[in-house]
């Protein structure tokens, strides 16, 4: 098992900036992935950002240029920088872990924290 915190999240202004964090505990060397999602009200959960093992890194289109996601292996600990934050920026963002497993990958989240961007 994996248990990921997150923490960073707040009221920002539009064009403001902040960083989440997310730490891991548990089975961390059985990680293959880890992301950030989002949650809108009224609307699915949605990709951000994901960081491989070996670092490679994939952002929504919605987010490319504004986020960097980036890991510390030392602190088992990922975050994601967001700059030019927008007001449909806003939604709760959860971090993700897909742990290897003998069945194939299994999927591990975070309790959610808020990003408000508003003036």
């Known amino acids: 098992q994996v248990q990921l915190v997150e923490s960073g999240g707040g009221l920002v202004q539009p064009g403001g900036s902040l960083r989440l964090s997310c730490a891991a505990s548990g089975n961390i060397f059985r990680i293959a992935a880890m992301g950030w999602y989002r949650q809108a009200p009224g609307k699915q959960r949605e990709l951000v950002a994901t960081i491989t093992s070996d670092d490679s890194t994939n952002y929504a289109d919605s987010v490319k240029g504004r986020c960097t996601i980036s890991k510390n292996n030392t602190k088992d600990t990922v975050y994601l920088q967001m700059t030019s934050l927008k007001p449909e920026d806003t939604a709760v963002y959860y971090c993700?872990?897909?742990?290897?497993?003998?069945?194939?990958?299994?999927?591990?989240w975070g309790q959610g924290t808020q990003v408000t961007v508003s003036s």
């Open positions: 993700n872990a897909a742990l290897r497993t003998l069945s194939g990958l299994r999927l591990y």
